[in-house]
């Protein structure tokens, strides 16, 4: 059975094998080369594509061009991995093909929703040599794709999306060979202060980008003429190339209830439960409650796989925990806990001893906990998709997709290897009550399998702490979170401890 045969083997997805025993990286190389020395006599491993004539149409000055802007994978699958040691580390990128491992210049990646300023637009009128417009767009190569010929492969195994959250350790772009993503897709492409009009659009890779694609002055770029006419049918609308909202999956269905509390082993592949720093750290109105934002990741081999069977005649099922060997063969299970339906805000099944969230106090001793102690388990943040075995793919993205109903007899709840499991601060219990509480420096922890009853491979590194500080009185009160290396969050979630 191939990694990708999991899909079916376990019905969510998911991916146990490493990488690098995927058909798609073991085309690569540990070696990575300079960009300055990489593919200088090497065939192009990219091209761009756009069409040649293209109508678009202005208002107020305001154009939205449908420019279709593509990046083709010719001869080779072309991945874009990009990672950072820790928060204080930059992100450091390589290119990965069946010609080696190449590095991209530093600072390609400021973050990791996409390749900094890789495409170079500039727009002119027709007959004219001077631009009009000229940018400089970021592009993300993790779109949903599309097959440029017809004997491309039918699937691409690739992440339908650059990673948003600040708190991302790592990322996989990449463009099947024979396929083709959308550069606009996720980042969008503004309006052109435009109006009507003949016009040139040149787009290129920016020249830095060159060397590491094998790219040359004669391949790096592609030419449209635009035709821009007054009036704006449904202006704005579908034209931005944004993607369409993610579709529920429905509910993955577990195995038969099990006769014993456990059976079999966890075999060689087991997850790893890891927390990230509590974020989105603000006040309510009153300054009596304390929200935050918490994610529990999986850093291991193997995804988190919790079965729940409902009890006769109660609302609560004993959950259990299932092992899967590297060709996705159950090996295992054994009982973890339970599951009960929680109502307030969220109307669906929660795992019990998944994570927990304590308030510390400057010496880092005990002060409240978070009435949050149970959750539903989805992959809603692609946090390291560099990890070995990380399901570039998942699917429970949201929490309608594998959490149940009411009347739900059983249920999976499944946290892919590279997923994280975020709860923001607005949902139900996310919030430590602080009214009685005096101003001064505290920590909030975020736990992993607080009981260990989870059998995964490293309990060491299952708590972050975050530092804060409280200060003023009343409505007044305010809350400061110690910055974390060089995330920047929101500005009316992030604020530096003084």
């Known amino acids: 059975m191939t990694p990708r045969a999991l899909l079916s083997t376990l019905g969510s997805g998911l991916l146990v094998l490493g990488l690098a025993a995927t058909g798609v990286a073991a085309a690569t190389t540990a070696t990575a080369t300079t960009p300055s020395a990489a593919r200088a006599d090497a065939q192009a491993t990219i091209e761009l594509w756009a069409p040649d004539r293209i109508e678009a149409f202005s208002e107020g000055g305001r154009t939205f061009p449908p420019l279709g802007l ?103 772009m990449g463009v099947q060979q024979g396929w083709a993503a959308n550069v606009f897709e996720y980042s969008g492409l503004r309006p052109l202060p435009l109006g009507p009009g003949k016009y040139v659009v040149e787009t290129h890779v920016a020249k830095k980008y ?48 099990p006769t014993e509390r456990a059976s079999g082993s966890a075999g060689g592949a087991v997850p790893d439960l890891r927390s990230l720093p509590a ?15 918490a994610t529990v990741w999986n850093g291991g081999s193997s995804p988190l796989v919790i079965d729940g069977f409902r009890r006769r005649g ?63 388990l989805a992959n809603t943040d692609a946090v390291d998709y560099t990890v070995p075995g990380a399901d570039w793919q ?13 009347g739900a007899l059983s249920i999976r709840e499944v946290l892919a290897s590279g997923s994280g499991d975020t709860y923001a601060q607005y949902r139900a219990g996310q919030a430590f009550r602080i009214g009685d509480l005096p101003n001064g420096v505290y920590y909030i922890r975020v736990e992993g399998n607080p009981e260990r009853n989870l059998t995964e491979s490293d309990t060491a590194n299952n708590v972050a702490d975050r530092r804060i500080r409280i200060g003023g009185e009343g409505a007044n009160r305010w809350v400061k979170a110690e910055p974390i290396g060089d995330i920047v969050e929101p500005p009316t979630f992030f604020r530096a401890v003084s």
């Open 70 to 172: 593509r990046v083709i994978a010719p001869t080779t699958n072309v991945e874009v991995w990009s990672h950072r040691a820790s928060f204080e580390d930059p992100i450091v990128s390589e290119i990965r093909t069946t010609a080696g491992t190449t590095r991209l210049p530093a600072g390609s990646l400021k973050d990791f929703s996409g390749i900094d300023g890789f495409i170079v637009m500039s727009v002119r009128r027709e007959g004219s040599g001077k631009n009009v417009v000229h940018r400089k767009l970021d592009a993300c190569l993790a779109a949903t794709g599309e097959r440029a010929r017809p004997d491309a492969p039918a699937t691409s195994p690739y992440p339908r999306y650059c990673p948003y959250s600040p708190y991302t350790l790592g990322s996989v």
């Open 210 to 257: 060159w060397p590491a694609f094998g790219l040359t002055a004669a391949t790096a770029s592609t030419t449209t003429k635009m035709k821009v006419v007054e009036g704006c049918p449904d202006c704005g609308v579908g034209r931005s190339e944004e993607p369409a909202p993610a579709g529920h999956h429905g509910r993955t269905a577990p195995g038969a209830r």
């Open 279 to 293: 974020f989105g750290i603000e006040l309510n109105r009153k300054g009596t409650t304390l929200r935050f934002s």
């Open 314 to 376: 109660a609302e609560i099922m004993d959950a259990y925990q299932y092992f899967f060997d590297t060709d996705g063969n159950q090996t295992g299970y054994q009982q973890v806990g339970t599951m009960e339906f929680h109502h307030a805000n969220h109307n669906h099944w929660h795992f019990e001893d998944f994570a927990r969230y304590d308030l510390l106090d400057a010496n880092k001793k005990y002060v409240a906990k978070s009435r949050k102690q149970s959750f539903c």
């Open 394 to 406: 998942p699917e429970n993205t949201d929490l309608a997709t594998a959490c149940g109903d009411e």
